[in-house]
């Protein structure tokens, strides 16, 4: 009882305020030495095949793609390059293209054409170097039965070798490249947003994987690397752009950006080329004489989910 | 997505979307529903509880010319504002 409480209280409020403070400071600046000094002791160990100590800092505090000066830029495609030529032994090209004027793309997918052969999901795993193993596929083939409607009855493991089954129809989903896109103000960090193409695309690097996109997707079309994507160096498509098909690391959500690194070079998506029956149509939607235009003019269209508000750019259409 | 729910709503009387967008007496009905399934035995009797319009029919819906036209004008605008 020799202090009062009140006093009691204040020299243990200043201690321990003084405690905090103090131990913060040293906390960073333990942090940031074990950082420099893991990244240095697992470069020494690894050997040559490590990346370097100015690539891994390089990394670490890389800017967001879009605060990025064109030296930035430089330096981080350079990091990547290396980092491919490290792991799958192979030259790789990452393009930054930017969007085109005038040019947003929409995309049209017959339902009465498609088979459920899955082409279109082969094409894309090679094409966006997704993972093999886990396996990562941007699109889904659903089975329903005809004049079913409902995905929640949906079978998305039909055996591919007997399609097309009869009374069934295939209805493939993939991004919808959204308009008003939830998954671009689900993000907290802004890792993911919409380009003036219409393409929604996500900073791989700036990413922290709370996987909040993910929840707010109504089309399930974003997906999580839990481990390091597998891919065979020979099977890995080195045509690459920034924002699109380069090597993703473990930890981040990953999307379809209609194949970037094509569409931006005036090619057709992945998934256009390789499906078989001629299903699917990609095009500028704001070119009035453009096959995608000239299918939502005179087709019957559908769109999924419209009701949330989503604006899908991509649709379904029948003959 | 839909493979994820395809276990818990698999009843034909009430599924959760169902609950959340038929509103205060789509929400009754759907308990009562659900209870009636509970309370039942024969699956054949289950799915005649079923209701008559199923509200999943709307993940893909039909669009009228108008509304496409006015989707393709919305994105036009966007574009141009920015």
Redesign the interface.
Known sequence: MAESPGVAARTFGITRRLALKVGAALGAVAALLGSRNAVAQAAKAAGADAETLSDALGGLFQKHYKKMSPGEVKEAIGRIERRAKRQYAADVTVGTEPPVEGV?FGYALNISKCKGVRKCVEACVAENNTSRDPQVQYIRV?ELDHGD??????D??YEAETVPRPGKFY?PIQCMQC?NPPCVAACPVEATWQE?D?ITVVDYDWCIGCRYCMTAC???ARHFNWSAPTIAPEALNTDMHYLGNRPRPRGVVEKCTFCIQRSRKGRQPACVEACPTGARVFGN??DPNSDV?YV??NK????????LGT?P?F??FTD | ???Q??GS??SPTL?R?DFFTRGLPGRVAALLGSGLAVTTVDPAAAVTQTPAV?A????????T?DE?RE??R???A??RA?
């Open positions: 947003v659903l409607m409902n995905l929640n009855r949906a998305h493991y209805l308009d003036r219409g109504p089309y399930s939607l704001l235009r939502l003019e019957t269209v559908f769109r999924l989910k419209e009701e604006e750019k649709w379904y | 997505m839909a493979d729910r395809t709503l698999e599924s979307r199923d999943s029919a709307r993940d893909l819906r039909k669009m010319r496409v989707a393709l919305r994105i036009r966007q574009r920015d």
